[in-house]
């Protein structure tokens, strides 16, 4: 309504002002080639607007005519534009989908249509190695390279290629290069640390870790585990060679894990062997309090060389209490009873647990049977008993166990996989074990592998 009225108003204006300028009075005198004309004032700005008006439109017509070519060629480019940029994003399509072959075709399209596209040539380089095409993707991948906006993407594939070839070597060295132009580049931090981490090179991952930024209290948190191993992992390189430096790494990763008991374990035999035992005895008495980890406790019992057995038992109800709930304490306040030929005390500490004991409670009720009251029976069925019994905890991790931390794998390197926790039932026994009171796996595959246990363990007692 409101555009009606508008159209009305100007319509009305202009009637009005025509109207106005052929009333206007007086004449023009035109003298031109021998014709001479009068006409009127109102007519004459009439005919100059009309004049000018269709010296517009005739120039619109005559450039539009002049201009076509280049419009028609603009057209063509932008239909082709459209062309690529429709086969580019069906290209994508397909290779999330996992059409690799489309993709590479949908790719080569795209680069036809458009010239110079990078993401064009990302994606049938990605094709390429979708399709097993290596050749190909890496041809493809290098020719990005001295792209600054591509070098990046293309470093990235050329690792992902390395990865997918299990060329280890490759891989760590396109996420060197990526990491030296990118360093905030998160798959180039994750990925050239996994590599130095395999290789021990632990100074090295450090420095990566601490450039990593923590915008969340999880990521906080992993970021601080990560350090902590790692100062702990360079204090048990260095704690023999350089014993001051591994005290000094202890420290800081006892100040990101507070409760870390490898690191705890490695501080505490620094201050041993330099005969700083009351040091020792308080950094371990404060992890054992959170921990009741038996490594910490054991430690402790021994902190002080050439003690008797009589004295390491002392120690060890120091710290552990003899109605504890926790089969783990007593286990290791039976074993210091046992080695201080207290058997009394030692089968009254480990009474309570033996409705399911663990392997090493096992162990430990046959040397008290035998000790105290030379049962070889007894004894036997303890031993026996220990081939079913459930297993004690150990450091597990990546199909392996280990009597001791350790920062990675050694069978894959994978960083911090070890977990303090009970072992599969399947894995092997591991030798001379049963007369030190240590750790025993066994594999109860068969009865034959059973009795063969057995037999083993018999012998050693």
Known sequence: MRRLIIYIALSLAITIAISWILTLEGNLLIDFAGYRLQPSVGLTIIALIALILLSIILWAIIRRIIYAPKKMAQLAKERKKESGIKALNEGYIALLSGDGERARKMAKLAKEKLMQNNAAKLLEARADLMIGNMAGARENYRALIADPNTSLAALHGLFEQAKAQNNEDAA?????????????????????????????????????????????????TRKNRKLAILHTAIAKDLEESDPFSALHHVKIALKLLPNFVPAALIGAQVHINKNEQR???????????????????????????????????????????????????????????????????????????????????????????????????????????????????????????????????????????????????????????????????????????????????????
């Open 279 to 461: 040091k020792a005895s308080s950094l371990l008495r404060r992890v054992w309090n959170n921990t009741h980890h038996p490594h910490i406790a054991l430690l402790y019992i021994n902190a002080q060389p050439g003690i008797s057995s009589i004295e390491k038992l002392k120690r060890a109800k120091q710290i552990i209490d003899e109605n504890s709930n926790n089969e783990q304490d007593a286990l290791i306040l039976a074993n210091s009873a046992i080695e201080a030929f207290e058997w009394s005390y030692a089968r009254k500490i480990l009474q309570p647990f033996l409705d399911d004991p663990t392997q090493n409670m096992c162990l430990a009720m046959a040397k008290i049977e035998e000790g105290q009251n030379n049962d070889e029976v007894k004894a036997k069925y303890y031993l026996s008993k220990a081939v079913h019994a459930r297993r004690d905890k150990i450091w597990v991790g990546d199909g392996i166990i280990s009597d001791i931390w350790l920062p990675t794998s050694p069978i894959s390197g994978k960083f911090d996989i070890f977990e303090w926790k009970t072992p599969p039932s399947a894995l092997p026994m591991k030798d001379n074990q049963a007369d030190k009171g240590e750790d025993i796996i066994i594999t109860p595959s068969s009865k034959e592998a059973n009795n063969k246990e057995i037999k083993q363990l018999n012998s050693q007692t």
């Open 172 to 220: 760590f060295n396109f996420a060197s290069k990526a990491f030296s132009l990118a360093p905030n580049s998160v798959w180039a931090q994750q990925a050239l640390f996994r590599g130095l981490t395999k290789e021990k090179q632990w100074q090295k991952a450090l420095n990566i870790v601490q450039r990593q930024i923590a915008n969340s209290p999880a990521e906080k």
